[in-house]
């Protein structure tokens, strides 16, 4: 891992790090990157998206991805107790798959749509683009119910760099140091972060985590543009809990190590015509050692080591049509490949076992997509259609519509069709559980409808969105396959969500206040292979770990060089499975109410080219005692108190 951060730091700093989107979005407020094919006004998009500032996110102590994307409306975190441990996303009542992960146009989903927010933090970003809604039209597999775009910061400007170290609660240590700059020619960003702590349990409980991430650009005078991007993360947890919560383990943990790349090539061809070539990889080498807590530990099976290894590499090619002030037509192909490697040793007192694996797949893909004004409507349009050398042909489509009928009013409305391809153990798997080669992809059906309006110089937003969302093709293990010597997965099982997102908020510039509801209703309406007491898909019943109402509350306020925030979210009542024992029995978790609350203090004024800052936050302030996944105590109330140092040319 050293060795990989090392050379990617040092050709950074020799030949200066490139970008992997358009440079344009990172610097005009109001644009987005993930719901067009080409930049477009967060106006005249007829989804809800939301936008969470990087600066903002920073300003408020949150250092956490996870804990920037529990405060958005439609996403319900589930994460299994301390910082480190796995954390799950629920996006508007879909499966914890079901949402397509950016990280500077990367996929960084494992094939098959998992993905763990534990690892993610906010030092180096931009912006999050939250974009509600199916978007496989455009972004292909796993963007079933909406995608996350995390943007980091882009150079430009006279040289900058800064430094930043923050201790807390439970043995925190942070310590992160960044670099940017950019001219006519040249830009570049680079940024090294460690995060390390001690945990909230009694013994083996420590997380660390370590990211270099950096990009930039190159601009050349026949107007083409040349980027790279590179993220490098090495994360370590160690956990003592067994799958029900129960604290027993005193060397176990889970190791991830993740790289993604990608070098992109844009050219202006005309005044109408604009060519991106977009080539990416994204590998994530994880799994769990579990070795013998002492020489005494010989009795069942004792020991457990594996090793997953995935690789997602493709290319993006796409040609863009101005065909006039009003209308912007693309079409695109994209070619990718999946593989994956795998090892396990068991040890018992039975002797060892081994076991080994390696499958790989490929996609090819075309799409198109339209947007154009219409009057007073902006409407996008789009359709993509897969071919997968395993599961066949599939098509997707898209559209939304945007209209304004006065300056403070917006009426939007959007459609599609979103698509989840099997993950490779449901298709391959050997052995006592055998994969299915036959399964098709997951889909999704989903409509929404929204209102914004704006009162008072646009200091007074109102918002609104009523959303339905049916789930269907949903893939299942059975113990007892339906034939003899059959697989244990298909496509059997069905569901569908509704909800509402209200939110109104205040910013005058000085002081800023937003609160937002959001209510879901899930049921399940094809339980597929589950029945039984232990059942996780009951027909007619919610779907696990999504609270029907959950509320957050910001406020936030700045005067001079200091600043202050206080956050609430609130989360009703969710169902969950005891999983103690065999068969799991329903559970309910309680509602349950967190305050964090923080202040800054600017110690330069603020033109000075220099400089430095303070900041405590205490998090869980009143020491709410809860569990977002029954079994695993969330941490309690925690303080932070640390510095940022800042430089920047003349």
Sequence with gaps: ?????????????????????????????????????????????????????????????????????????????????????????????????????????????????????????????????????????????????????????????????????????????????????????????????????????????????????????LRFEDGGRLDVSARVGERRYHFPTASDGSVMDRNQYTFADETALSLTWARSLGARVDLRAVASTFTTDGGTDDKADSAADSVGFYAFQSLDSYRRSALDVRVGWRASDRMRWTLGAELERQGVRSFTLSESEFGPSTGRDANARSNRAAYTHLGTQLGPVHVNLGARHEDNERYGGFSTWQGSASWSPAPSTRLRAAVGRGIKEPTFFETFATGFTRGNPDLSPERSTSWELGLERSFLGERFQLQGTAFRQSFRDLIQYTFVPTTPGGPNYDNVAAARSDGLEVGAGWDDGTLRARIDWTHLWTEVTDAGFDEGVGATFVEGEALLRRPADQVRVDLGARQGRAGA????????????????????????????????????????????????????????????????????DAPGRGVELGGRLSWRGR
Excluded at 4 to 27: D, H, N, R
Excluded at 618 to 627: E, L, S
């Design 565 to 632: 925030h206080l956050g609430l979210v609130y989360s009703g009542e969710r169902a969950d499975r005891d999983f103690t024992a065999f068969p799991a029995a329903p559970v309910t978790l309680r509602a349950w109410t967190t305050v964090a609350a923080g202040v800054d203090v600017r110690v330069a004024a603020e033109e000075s080219p220099h400089q430095a800052e303070l900041f405590v936050r205490v998090t869980n302030a009143f020491d709410a005692r809860y569990q977002q996944v029954f079994g695993f």
């Design 1 to 217: 891992m050293r060795r990989t951060v090392g050379s990617v730091l040092l050709s950074f700093l020799v030949c200066g790090p490139l970008q992997a989107q358009e440079p344009e979005p990172y610097t005009l407020e109001g644009f987005v990157i993930t719901a067009s094919p080409f930049p477009v006004s967060a106006t005249t998009v007829g989804n809800h998206v939301t936008v969470l500032g990087g600066d903002d996110l920073r300003a408020r102590g949150i250092t956490r991805v996870v804990d920037a994307l529990d405060a958005v409306p439609g996403i319900t975190i589930a994460q299994n107790g301390p910082e480190g441990s796995v954390a799950s996303l629920f996006f508007r009542g879909g499966e914890s798959d079901h949402t397509l992960v950016l990280v500077d146009g990367v996929q960084v989903n494992q094939p098959g749509g998992a993905f763990d927010f534990a690892g993610l933090t906010v030092e180096a970003i931009e912006r999050i683009e939250v974009v509600r809604g199916p978007a496989s039209a455009l972004h292909g597999s796993d963007a079933v119910a909406g995608v996350i775009h995390i943007v980091t910061r882009a150079g430009r400007g006279e040289p900058r760099a800064g430094v930043l170290l923050r201790g807390g609660s439970w043995g925190r240590r942070d310590g992160t140091v960044h670099l940017s700059g950019g001219g006519e020619r040249a830009s570049f960003a680079a940024s090294l972060a460690r995060y390390d702590t001690d945990g909230i349990l009694p013994f083996n409980n420590r997380h660390r985590n370590t990211v270099f991430q950096g990009h930039g650009q």
